[in-house]
């Protein structure tokens, strides 16, 4: 039987792709890359996903059904069940066939499960396998083996002070737990506390405790909204959507040694009794900045409706980008996940992605999930008075949309493909207090993520009914190499 078509040059593509792979040859792909070891493989591994007719994307389990969160990261599920008041660990990739599970581990209220993160390095002995680290409500930090769930080692934080994020630093090799903030319940008492927060630092190489900073209310002003800490800057976030960034390394290198003790945990080492000259400053619609490092700019949110992309160096402005009009809340933008410096715009119904060229960005793809969109004057009526003017009158009468259609989206880095998920919500047709929100999952599209070509599409038509007063209910798509979830 003879092969005729796109089809017979994706098989022979991936026939090559193995045959250079085996021999140690590196193989350049139709861009013009070179690949060879773990890139061929997973050159390789998008040309399967990407092939519609001999390979098709299989269902490894019924729905699962749970009434707490359910969380996806490095291939493990983490259920939260409030009934049984612990977390579960399933994994998706021991198994093709099923989900598997591994471990459990309790989550009561007095013990809660506040944040996690997963590390696996080759640079430390400790990190071969995957460590999972749990930030518990009793300041403990624990490290456990993912795949066993085993108690490696806890670490005591400070007292009965409450830590409820945590992020690394990979230039650094750092862990970073931030507290939350704490709220004075009587700030007329002559005995108030001036800690707004507490951020400790730990060293994964080994792991061992670095630095324990206190965030004064005196130092950073009556005005500081939020503290943030992350690649060697102290990000504040201030009210009248101020923000302004200084440098965090000068208080690092006059720390105090590390001082510890079995029932209080970690002392404050690192004064910050004055935060030194601003490094930037800027206003933005949204308490955060989204910084790259390789386009030397930054995002911010200038109106309500729209976000800039600021020049590091200069302070001027690259880009401008407004929100869709029939969007009913404001687009969001970002630089997209495989550090190219590309940045993504996306609402509830409409993605757009640019890429910079010359000294500009340039859409390079959209999808919109409605074909046209609707006439912002179409409620406007034109009338005319008695005395024989023409006046213009809003109509107060207006449709309510019964139907809508969003769009999201994930980008799978390692395999540079970008997906959709096309979903339809609908309101039943009951009373207003007995309505119920009807979401369809109709199907996911795979594009390619450097030439946008559409690699295919896969049906789910999956519904899921919930009440309209269930405001925790959200749809969101995950790709993991060849795992959608």
Not at 76 to 87: A, D, E, H, Q, V
Request: aromatic share 10%; charged share 30%; with cysteine.
């Amino acid at each position: 039987m003879v092969e005729n078509g796109p089809e017979r040059r994706k098989k022979d593509r991936l026939q090559n792709v193995l045959f250079h792979r085996s021999a140690g040859i590196k193989y350049t792909t139709n861009q013009g890359d070179r690949l060879r070891g773990r890139l061929c493989d997973l050159y390789a591994l998008k040309l399967i996903i990407s092939s519609t007719e001999t390979r098709t994307f299989k269902k490894m389990t019924d729905t699962l059904v749970n009434q707490g969160d359910i969380l996806y990261d490095y291939g493990k599920l983490f259920i939260k069940s409030r009934s049984t008041k612990s977390i579960e660990c399933q994994s998706v990739l021991e198994n093709i066939r099923e989900i598997k599970k591994l471990w459990t581990l309790p989550s009561t209220p007095s013990n809660r499960w506040e944040d996690h993160t997963i590390i696996q390095s080759d640079i430390h002995s400790d990190y071969f396998h995957p460590n999972l680290f749990v930030l518990r409500s009793t300041s403990n930090l624990e490290r456990y083996d993912l795949k066993s769930g085993r108690l490696l080692s806890t670490f005591k934080l400070y007292k009965d002070v409450k830590f409820t994020e945590i992020t690394t630093d990979d230039d650094r090799n750092w862990l970073v737990l931030k507290s939350s903030k704490h709220v004075q319940k009587n700030p007329s008492q002559a005995n108030k506390s001036d800690i707004l927060m507490r951020y400790i630092i730990f060293d994964l190489l080994p792991l061992q405790y670095k630095y324990h900073i206190t965030i004064k209310r005196s130092v950073f002003g009556a005005s500081c909204r939020d503290v943030l800490i992350a690649n060697g800057i102290i990000m504040v976030l201030r009210q009248k959507n101020v923000i302004e960034c200084y440098s965090l390394m000068p208080f690092l290198e006059h720390a105090k040694e590390v001082e510890t003790s079995k029932v209080d945990g970690f002392y404050p080492n690192v004064d910050v009794d004055e935060l030194g000259p601003c490094l930037l400053s800027a206003t933005s619609h949204q308490h955060y900045l989204a910084i790259n490092e390789g386009q030397w700019g930054y995002i911010k949110k200038d109106r309500d409706n729209q976000c800039q992309l600021i020049d590091l160096k200069t302070g001027h402005c690259i880009n401008q980008f407004k929100s869709t009009r029939y969007h009913i809340e404001p687009d969001q933008v970002f630089f997209l996940e495989d550090n190219s410096g590309r940045l993504v715009q996306f609402g509830n119904s409409c993605i757009k992605l640019f890429a910079r060229k010359d000294n500009s960005f340039q859409e390079i793809f959209c999808y919109h999930s409605r074909k046209e969109p609707p006439d912002p004057n179409s409620s406007v009526k034109d009338e005319f008075s008695r005395s024989g003017r023409k006046i213009r009158r809003i109509s107060t009468e207006f449709a309510l949309e019964t139907e809508t259609i969003s769009v999201k989206y994930d980008y799978e880095d390692e395999l540079d493909i970008l997906g959709l998920l096309i979903v339809v919500d609908q309101l039943s047709d009951q009373e207003e207090r007995n309505q119920t929100l009807i979401s369809c999952i109709q199907e996911a599209r795979l594009y390619d993520g450097k030439t946008f070509e559409l690699l295919r599409v896969i049906p789910i038509n999956f519904t899921a009914v919930r009440p309209c007063t269930d405001i925790n209910g959200f749809v969101q798509l995950c790709l993991d190499r060849d795992i959608m979830i």
